[in-house]
């Protein structure tokens, strides 16, 4: 199998966002979605993104993606958010996701970053799994999740 890690293009975003919904029917949650394609790519490649990504294609097709953004720290300066980590379910456990993660650290440190943070759901234990296996990652289950719908 020959995997191309790469910086997402704009012509990524159809697919992205297919992987987008398969990631929102995994976590069983496939009405969720609400954003617009055309505010997705905007917000990735507008005048002023907000949002990056690497995708990991495999003979010509992108099968799977980690997408992230700056976060701001008044204790630690820019850190790297992901928002995602997705690599399509038949490619799963084959080191598709590994080498997604392994450039995000890549980009973090290149870009000076103090730090990588992200969520991941209780219940996700091949995830969580996947998470443990990195000796520097720290669980924290001090804080809870907060969120406002604004729209």
Request: proline share 2%.
């Amino acid at each position: 199998m020959n995997i191309t890690i790469r910086e997402a293009e704009i012509k990524d975003c159809h697919r992205i966002m297919e992987l987008v919904q398969e990631l929102a029917e995994y976590e069983k949650a496939p009405g969720e979605i609400s954003v617009s394609f055309d505010h997705f790519v905007d917000s990735g490649f507008g005048e002023k993104p907000v949002w990056w990504a690497f995708v990991a294609e495999i003979d010509k097709k992108v099968e799977g993606f980690a997408l992230y953004y700056i976060r701001y720290s008044t204790w630690k300066g820019q850190r790297m958010y992901l928002e995602d980590l997705v690599v399509t379910e038949k490619l799963r456990g084959m080191g598709v996701g590994q080498l997604l993660f392994d450039k995000l650290i890549e980009a973090a440190k290149e870009k000076h970053f103090s730090g990588m943070a992200w969520q991941v759901l209780e219940w996700n234990e091949p995830a969580i799994n996947f998470y443990k296996k990195f000796s520097t990652v720290r669980f924290d289950g001090e804080w809870v999740n907060c969120s406002m719908e604004l729209i």
